[in-house]
T-cell receptor
Framework: DAGVTQSPTHLIKTRGQQVTLRCSPI?????VSWYQQVLGQGPQFIFQ???????GRGNFPDRFSARQFPNYSSELNVNALLLGDSALYLC????????????FGQGTRLTVV | DQQVKQNSPSLSVQEGRISILNCDYT??????FLWYKKYPAEGPTFLIS?????DKNEDGRFTVFLNKSAKHLSLHIVPSQPGDSAVYFC???????????FGAGTRLFVKA
């Protein structure tokens, strides 16, 4: 069985550009959450989507947006990139809305130069 | 606003001995507590959890203890193995709010 898959694994963007990160949850999982992990810190919650609706949002600016598709895959968009957006972006999926046992992908390493 | 604190950035333990990783939290609304393990270049992997109605949960070599009055939990690994070397994150949840808050992590080194 495929786990949570994220694409791309690495990318480099320039300040001011826009980026789209993608996540495919484990088959049958309806909840997808996004996290940002900067060096030396734990993952910080950005969004949770369940059944294609936003169910939770962390303390991130409006430059961050996401959506979930009918097949439960998800995209995270970040506009007007800043150097401080450089981080590992993690996607997690779970069967139910409660993330009591979430499965993480390997992450997308974003570098903004 | 650090709701979750893992005050030891790193811990070094000899193989076969006990590893104890600690976590303190401030939000009394947390009602479910998870521990994740993370290897380099991989996403976090769920390890063990405990509900706020319990004070102990055991799974093989891993035991989590919860002291609600002190807002403190700990993860015990006995016996520690070199393959346990990883970063461990404490991650409480307010199940009513669906948001998981992660601590900064503790890097465990188990020496052979």
């Amino acid at each position: 069985d495929a786990g949570v898959t994220q694409s791309p694994t690495h990318l480099i963007k320039t300040r001011g550009q826009q980026v789209t990160l993608r996540c495919s949850p484990i088959s049958g999982h309806k909840s997808v959450s996004w996290y940002q992990q900067v060096l030396g810190q734990g993952p910080q919650f950005i969004f949770q989507y369940y059944e294609k609706e936003e169910r939770g949002r962390g303390n991130f600016p409006d430059r961050f947006s996401a959506r979930q598709f009918p097949n439960y895959s998800s995209e995270l968009n970040v506009n007007a990139l800043l150097l401080g957006d450089s981080a590992l972006y993690l996607c997690a999926s779970s069967f139910v809305q409660m993330n009591t046992e979430a499965f993480f992908g390997q992450g997308t390493r974003l570098t903004v130069v | 606003d650090q709701q979750v604190k893992q005050n030891s950035p790193s811990l070094s333990v000899q193989e076969g001995r006990i590893s104890i990783l600690n976590c303190d939290y401030t939000n009394s609304m947390f009602d479910y507590f998870l521990w994740y393990k993370k290897y380099p270049a991989e996403g976090p992997t769920f390890l063990i959890s405990i509900s706020s109605i319990k004070d102990k949960n055991e799974d093989g070599r891993f035991t989590v203890f919860l002291n609600k009055s002190a807002k403190h939990l700990s993860l015990h690994i006995v016996p520690s193995q070199p393959g346990d070397s990883a970063v461990y994150f404490c991650a409480p949840i307010n199940t009513g709010g669906f948001k998981t808050i992660f601590g900064a992590g503790t890097r465990l080194f188990v020496k052979a």
